[in-house]
């Protein structure tokens, strides 16, 4: 099945950039959708088809996504921000659906 | 109010089963595909089953295939997760989640997730 990799953490300086990355076998053919965890809460989608955004997340986070990496951008990181990052995309070829292992994001 | 509420989680011995239920609100649950993940605390999420909106197609992981079946009643606005031959590894929080596109495959972006259900699987 399809494999995703992540770091498992990410650290940052408040109002700096953070980018979190998503590796795949030429993963830039997919699409690429991104969630935040917070501690206790469920998953919420972040990013979706590898850049939009649904209402509410604010422009701060942006995705990107080519060859054999795709990329959630962070700018002017906020504390608020600190959670667990994760990419998911589908595979049709198996009729799966995979997310990445997860990066933790800590704001120094 | 859109919302999943997750129920049917709970302590059982390996070997038994579990149903779980996910009962959607909010929105028109029979235009759009949904899906379990589950969650091992401390750890990452783990796609487990999906099914499209008209129950015509439905994938499972590995680690669940043969065991768990998926199904939903459109007329209930529920979702299920028949979950036989239980395995301490499948102890996790187990969360319902639409697919955002609508009438299409279960291949899309999850919006909107539950709190999850917990399951136990332990002697």
Redesign the interface.
Known sequence: ?YVLTQPPSVSVAPGKTARITCGGNRIGSR?V?W?Q?RPGQ????LI??DGDR?SGIPERFSGSNSGNTATLTISRVEAGDEA?Y?C?V?D?S?????????TKLTVL | EVQLVESGGGLVQPGGSLKLSCAASGFNFDDYAMHWVRQVPGKGLEWVSGITWESNSVGFAESVRGRFTISRDNAKNSLYLQMDRLRPEDTALYYCAKVMDGLGSYMGAFDLWGQGTPVTVAS
């Open positions: 099945s699409s959708h969630y965890q469920a998953p919420v989608l979706y088809y649904p667990d994760y998911h589908g049709t198996s009729d799966q659906t995979v997310f990445g292992g997860g």
